[in-house]
């Protein structure tokens, strides 16, 4: 099996669940339910939910953790988004949430995009997405 066949593998039966889940957190975070029931940014004044969405953050880097060696190892010129995933991660446990998903930070969030898009690009895949990759 080609490197590129055991990445395309790899990104759509380990990375592709992952990122799906890392979007709703993602989404959790930015968004919540009302109590009426409608949807409402979240203003992060329940420390609660935050601390939910947070936890679920760091289960989720937890299973990443596990696929970015075999990832690393078929498309090395990987490693550095895992390195800024690991910092703004370290950040946010250390308090600063705007590394969860700041645009004005090198945010989880920014690393992420960047690096799933970085894979799409070497998959040949960026453009032709389906609703659930984007």
């Known amino acids: 099996m080609s490197s590129l066949h055991a990445l395309e593998e790899l990104y759509d039966t380990k990375f592709r669940p992952v990122n799906s889940e890392f979007k709703q957190i993602a989404t959790n975070w930015q968004m919540k339910t009302s109590p009426d029931g409608s949807n409402v940014l979240n203003d992060h004044t329940d420390k609660e939910y935050d601390r939910k969405v947070i936890t679920s953050l760091f289960e989720l880097h937890e299973r990443v953790k596990k696929i970015t060696p075999e990832l690393t190892a078929l498309y090395p ?23 969860f998903t700041g645009v004005t930070v090198d945010s989880y969030h920014t690393a992420w995009y960047e ?20």
Not at 77 to 99: F, M, N, P
Not at 120 to 131: A, D, H, Q, V
């Open 77 to 99: 010129e990987t490693q550095g988004y895992v390195q800024r995933l690991e910092a703004a991660l370290e950040k946010v446990k250390q308090g600063d949430d705007k590394y």
């Open 115 to 134: 690096f799933h898009f970085e894979l799409l690009k070497k998959l040949g895949r960026e453009g032709k997405l389906s609703p659930d990759e984007v």
